[in-house]
């Protein structure tokens, strides 16, 4: 909104989701990036350390879709870095 109101042209918007996990299996002085279509279509991924096995778990892509938070669970049950046994879901309901 603020963008619009200074003039400047309409820009395409995404989606961001993001929990916060732990028993993730990181380097906790890395942060991981990944760019991949098949899971954020125009956007990216994260992996960003909170600590020796607790990380912010992330995707942003554009433009919106309806299945944001479904690629973000396809994309953390893919992740080699997050292991399904054990995984759990700060603030979510699994």
């Given at each position: 909104?603020?963008?619009r109101a200074m003039g400047n042209p309409v820009q395409e918007?995404?989606?961001c989701l993001e929990y916060e996990m732990v028993d993730v299996?990181?380097?906790p002085h890395a942060a991981e990036?990944?760019?991949s279509a098949r899971f954020a279509p125009g956007g990216y991924?994260?992996?960003i350390p909170l600590g020796r096995d607790?990380?912010?778990v992330g995707l942003a892509s554009g433009p919106p879709t309806?299945?944001?938070s479904g690629c973000l669970r396809s994309w953390i049950v893919s992740s080699p870095s997050?292991?399904?046994p054990g995984k759990s879901w700060l603030g979510a309901k699994q």
């Amino acid at each position: 909104m603020v963008s619009r109101a200074m003039g400047n042209p309409v820009q395409e918007t995404g989606i961001c989701l993001e929990y916060e996990m732990v028993d993730v299996d990181i380097d906790p002085h890395a942060a991981e990036m990944y760019f991949s279509a098949r899971f954020a279509p125009g956007g990216y991924a994260w992996i960003i350390p909170l600590g020796r096995d607790c990380a912010n778990v992330g995707l942003a892509s554009g433009p919106p879709t309806s299945q944001g938070s479904g690629c973000l669970r396809s994309w953390i049950v893919s992740s080699p870095s997050i292991p399904l046994p054990g995984k759990s879901w700060l603030g979510a309901k699994q």
